[in-house]
C-alpha cells in the first residue's frame, strides 16, 4: 500500500552553480521517482543500498522510479562500516557499468552514511562523474553525511582517507524511514542534531530540550528537527566547501569522539560514532568549563539533556575497559596534526557559542583527561 508523502519541506544548500534541494518529508520515497526524473530527464538509475534496508525500503523505491519512468537497477552491499572498502567499491562500480549507465545517469544511494560514502565516492568517479542523488535512511545521514558532498571509503591507514567532494543533485529525507531504524542508531544520530544547537543555535538546543521526545515518536516535530539541522550544515558547507575554516566547527565533540572509537577499535556492540560524539560534546563543554572559558552549569546542562535522551556522557559510560589518559591523547594526537604540544579543539563560551580555539596545551588535555576517567 502506498502511503501518502506530507508536504515536504526545502532546504536549499547554496553552492554556486551546483546549488540543489534537500527535501525532508514523510513517504518522500513515494515520490522520489517523480522528483529525480522532473529534475533528471530521461535519466536511468543505479540504486545502492544495504541489505538491512533493501528488505525494509528498496521496493517502494524502485516501484516509485518504475512509476515515473525511470529505469533502474539495485546493487546490494553488505550492512556495516566494512562496506567502505576497496573491494566493495569496485563491487559497486562494476554493477553500475554492467547495467551500462552513462554519466548522465544517475547514482542514488539508499541507506545510512555507509551506503551514502560509498555510492557517492562511486559516483564521482565512474565516467569522470555521474549524477548522484542521496535517500539517507538512518537520522545520522539525514541531518549530516548526506549533506554536504564528502563521500568515501577507509583504508588501512585509517578512515575517509580516500574519496572526493562530490555534491548531490537531489537529497530526499523521508523522515518515515526512520521508524524503523533501531534506538540506539536513532540516539547516535540525535547526537548529530544537538550538535547544531551546541555550535551556534542556542534556540534550537532550547526546542530540543522541551520537544525530543516527539523527535523520536516522528511527525511534524522529526520533521522540524532535521529541516533544521539541515539548514545548519548547508549554511556551514555553502560557506566553506572544502574545511578550509568554518567547516571545522561540525567536529565538535568529535576529537574526544574519535579518540574513544579508536580506543575501542571501532566495534560498534561498545560504541557507535553517534555515542562517541555524544560524550565528546559533553567533554568539551566541561573542558571549556575548566578552562575558564565557559561557565559550568552549561556543561551540566548540556549533560542533562544528552542523559535524559539516553545518550553517553562520560568517560565511565563505554563499556569495557579504556586505555589511561596518557594512551588517549596519544589517540587524540594521531587525529590531528600537533604543533609544539598545542592542538586544535572545538570549544565553547557556552551553548551554542562554539569556536575553533588552535593553541590548546596537550598538558591541560591530558591533566582533564586523568580526572574525567573512571578510578
Ligand atoms: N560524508 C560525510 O560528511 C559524513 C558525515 C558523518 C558520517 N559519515 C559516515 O557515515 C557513516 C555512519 O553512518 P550511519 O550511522 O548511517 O551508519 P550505517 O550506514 O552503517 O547505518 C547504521 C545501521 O542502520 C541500518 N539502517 C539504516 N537505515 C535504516 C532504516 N531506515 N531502518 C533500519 N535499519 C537501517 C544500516 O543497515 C546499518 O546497519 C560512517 O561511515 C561515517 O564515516 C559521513
Ligand atoms: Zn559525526
Known sequence: MNAVADTPVTVSVGLEGRAYDILIGANLIEKAGEEIARRIPGVRAAIITDDNVASLHLKR????????GVESTAIKVPAGEQSKSFEVLQTTVDGILAARLERR????????????DLSGFAAGIVRRGMEFVQIPTSLLAQVDSSVGGKTGINTRHGKNLLGVFHQ?????????????LSEREFRAGYAETVKYGLIDRPAFFEWLEVNWRNVFAGGQARK???AEACKAKAEVVARDERESGDRALLNLGHTFGHALEAATGYDGSRLVHGEGVAIGMALAHRFSARMNLASPD??????AHLREVGLPTKLSDVPGELPGAEQLLNFITQDKKVSRGALTFILTRGIGQSFIAKDVPSSEVLSFLEISLPR
Open 105 to 116: 545517469d544517475v547514482v542514488i544511494a539508499l541507506g545510512g552514511g555507509v551506503v551514502g
Open 298 to 303: 552549561d556543561a551540566a546542562r548540556v549533560e
Open 61 to 68: 523505491l524502485e516501484d516509485s522510479l518504475s512509476a515515473a
Open 224 to 226: 522540524h528537527a532535521i
Open 168 to 180: 548531490p543533485k537531489l537529497v530526499l529525507a523521508d523522515t518515515a524511514v526512520l521508524d524503523t
